[in-house]
């Protein structure tokens, strides 16, 4: 069966910003005058944003409701999003060429909708998606094979007529028991998993320079 579209993740696929995420509860404690080392940093990294906060609020005894911190994040996060965050080689090339080849684009995020929007407007990239998918609009996550299914129902194509295209091992596992084919693009956070996901994936790539559309 022909391929009709894409359904392509945002964040360490077709934007450098796995960074950001590693050190988003470090940057918000530096805004309080807080450092903190790699035993406290090891302790985070598992854990959910939210566990994160709960568990800094409770160490340091911050004054600051969950909502208040929440709100401090989200403004970090934007910043380092709007500033530092930029485009992998290859994304917007490969982004063009969909448009220009009639393929429909979902872009499925774990993201907020009022950042990821912003993120693309900035990269003038919106306009070229039919589909946008955020943490905001549905329940599921990426753990979630059903997630997918969900991407494909959006641009009205079946599995056989989407290629899913992402950087997380959990993620390329979750396509794949959704029956989709599913290209990986490597990516620093994802270095340690990398020869699993080629092994799971249908095609990897160095970045998306290098990817040809079906």
């Not at 391929?3 to 995420?21: H, R």
């Not at 943490?135 to 009205?156: R, V």
Request: with cysteine; net charge neutral.
């Amino acid at each position: 069966m022909m391929i009709k579209g894409y359904i392509v993740d945002m964040d360490g696929t077709i934007l450098d910003s796995m960074f950001i995420w590693d050190n988003i509860v470090a940057m918000l404690l530096q805004k309080k005058g807080i450092t903190i080392d790699n035993k406290l940093k090891n302790t985070l990294a598992p854990l959910s944003i939210d566990d994160a906060l709960k568990y800094i609020k409770e160490k340091y005894q911050l004054s600051d409701t969950i909502f208040e911190l929440q709100n401090k994040l989200s403004k970090i996060l934007e910043y380092e999003y709007l500033n530092k965050a930029m485009l992998k080689p290859g994304a917007k090339d490969f982004i063009k060429n969909c448009a220009a080849a009639k393929k429909k684009l979902c872009l499925l995020t774990a993201n907020g909708r009022d950042l990821t929007i912003k993120i693309l407007e900035k990269n003038n990239l919106l306009h070229y998606f039919d589909t946008i998918i955020t943490c905001d609009d549905t329940k599921l996550t990426k753990q979630d094979s059903t997630i997918y299914q969900f991407a494909a129902q959006s641009l009205d194509l079946s599995v056989n007529e989407c290629i899913v295209i992402e950087d997380a091992l959990h993620a390329i596992y979750s396509a794949k028991k959704a029956g989709f084919i599913v290209w990986a693009v490597a990516d620093n956070s994802n270095i340690h998993d990398w020869h699993k996901i080629k092994e799971i994936s249908n095609a990897s790539f160095k970045n998306m320079k290098s990817i040809t559309l079906s």
